[in-house]
């Protein structure tokens, strides 16, 4: 049985939000702002995305586990391998960009650590409203979705 879930509170969603949203915004306005190549531009973008993405399926992978459902040890692990590869190449490509003053590489990797950091504080808090909203005896609807996906029907 999965530990109970507390409602999150609207200052901790709201610092969550401006977390994620001050981290990204702030990591794609340099970008825009920075003189380098379109094609550099977009590696940096990319680099962004994927660690967020990745940033969210491991958290969700290992809350999942935690609270008991099921969970490959193969997703874990390539979870795991997406997220230390997408900050692996910001490092690279922070370290190699010589066009790049010291003061914007760290402005680059310090608005990065803060928007994962919010895509991680986000994703908790929308799982958690989910579900304290649910109601009781729904926040464990596990059987009811693998019958659903069982059978084809919604």
Known sequence: MAPATLRPSVPFVAASWIAFLTGAIAFMVGLTNAKMMLNEQGYYLTVLL????????????????????????LYLGMSWVALAAA????????????SLALSEKGFYG????????GAICVQ???????????????????????????????
């Open 50 to 73: 994927f660690s967020l993405y990745a940033t969210v399926s491991l958290s969700k992978t290992v809350r999942d586990r935690d609270e008991g459902l099921p969970v490959t040890p």
């Open 87 to 98: 900050v692996t190449l910001l490092v690279v490509g922070l370290y190699n960009a010589d």
């Open 110 to 117: 310090m608005s990065f650590v803060l928007g994962l950091f």
């Open 124 to 154: 908790k808090n929308v799982r958690d409203l989910a579900v304290t909203d649910a109601g009781p005896g729904r926040a464990d609807a596990t059987e009811e979705a693998d019958a659903v996906f069982s059978t084809g029907r919604v």
